[in-house]
C-alpha cells in the first residue's frame, strides 16, 4: 500500500523499459512466482532493489565469448529477486508498460491471466521518454562518433523482435515526434534455429539537431538509471 502511494505512472513505465529488455518473469513451485532483473551493471539493480526493498546479489564466475573468438574471462553479475505475492504485486503493475510480446506471456503465466496492456494511443510522452531511456539502457547502445562536418549520437535499440521494435519505432515517433530508422542487421545461428537481428536507431547531429529535445530530456533527473549511458548524452548536449 505505501508503495501504490510512492510509484507514479512514469516509474512503473521506466520499470518497463528495464523489464522488456533485461527483465524476467517465471513461475516455480515453491514460490508460485519470481520476478527480478540480472545485469552486468550494478546501478540499475541496486536501484531496483532500494525501490522494492528487497536484497541485491552478485555472482562472479567464467565465461567464454561466442564463436570465432572464444576468449575466457571472469564476469560479476547482479541480481535482485522479487518472489510470491510481492512479484505478483510488481508484475501487475508493470504489465500495462510491457511491450514485448514475450515479456507479456511470461508476466500472464505467473499472474494466471492476462491484464489489460496500456493502449499505445494513451501512453503519455513522458512514460514514453521513461520507457526508451531504460530500454536504452538495456538492449540498447550510446555512441558519439565525428561526421564529415560535425559530431553526432547515435542511440540504438538491438532486437531479433522485429514486431517489439516496431511498436517502439511508432511510439517514439507518434508521441514523441522522432525521426527513427529501423534496418535489418544480421543473421545468427541459435539453439531454436536461425534468427534476424534488427536494429532501431535514434540519432542527432548538431548539423542536423531534429532529435535533440528528446536527447536532452533523457539527462533530466530520474529518466535514465544507467550513469555511464547518461554521461555519454549529457557529453554531446554539453558540446
Same mark, same amino acid.
Given at each position: 500500500?505505501?508503495? +501504490? %502511494?510512492?510509484?507514479?505512472?512514469? +516509474? ?7 523489464? +522488456? ?25 541496486? #536501484? ?37 505475492? @510481492?512479484?505478483?504485486?510488481?508484475? @501487475?503493475? &508493470?504489465?500495462?508498460? #510491457?511491450?514485448? %510480446? ?6 500472464? @503465466? ?11 494511443? +494513451? ?47 511508432? #511510439? ?6 522522432? /525521426? ?31 532529435? #535533440? ?5 533523457? &539527462?533530466?533527473?530520474? &529518466? ?8 555519454? /548524452? ?6
Amino acid at each position: 500500500e505505501k508503495k +501504490d %502511494q510512492e510509484l507514479t505512472n512514469l +516509474d512503473w513505465a521506466k520499470w518497463g523499459g528495464w523489464d +522488456d529488455t533485461d527483465g524476467w518473469f517465471t513461475v516455480t513451485a515453491l514460490f508460485q512466482g519470481k520476478t527480478g532483473l540480472y545485469l552486468k551493471d550494478r546501478q540499475p539493480v541496486e #536501484l531496483f532493489a532500494r525501490t522494492f526493498e528487497t536484497s541485491l546479489c552478485c555472482r562472479t564466475f567464467k565465461t567464454i565469448t561466442p564463436e570465432p573468438y572464444r576468449k575466457e574471462y571472469t564476469i560479476t553479475v547482479y541480481r535482485v529477486d522479487m518472489c510470491g505475492k @510481492k512479484a505478483r504485486w510488481f508484475t @501487475k503493475n &508493470v504489465y500495462p508498460y #510491457l511491450i514485448k %510480446q514475450a515479456k507479456k506471456d511470461y508476466a500472464a @503465466k505467473l499472474l494466471g491471466y492476462h491484464p489489460e496492456s496500456k493502449n499505445f494511443t +494513451d501512453w503519455t510522452p513522458e512514460e514514453v521518454r521513461n520507457y526508451i531511456a531504460t530500454a536504452l539502457e538495456g538492449d540498447g547502445n550510446v555512441t558519439i562518433g565525428l561526421g564529415k562536418k560535425t559530431k553526432y549520437i547515435a542511440s540504438t535499440i538491438r532486437s531479433s523482435d522485429a514486431q517489439y521494435l516496431s511498436d517502439v519505432k511508432y #511510439l517514439t515517433e507518434t508521441k514523441l515526434g522522432l /525521426v527513427t530508422n529501423m534496418r535489418e542487421m544480421q543473421t545468427y545461428q541459435t539453439q531454436k534455429g536461425i534468427k534476424t537481428k534488427y536494429e532501431l536507431r535514434i540519432s542527432c547531429s548538431r548539423q542536423n539537431p531534429q532529435n #535533440l529535445g528528446f536527447f536532452q530530456s533523457l &539527462v533530466k533527473e530520474g &529518466v535514465m538509471t544507467l550513469d555511464r549511458k547518461k554521461q555519454k /548524452v549529457q557529453e554531446f548536449i554539453n558540446q
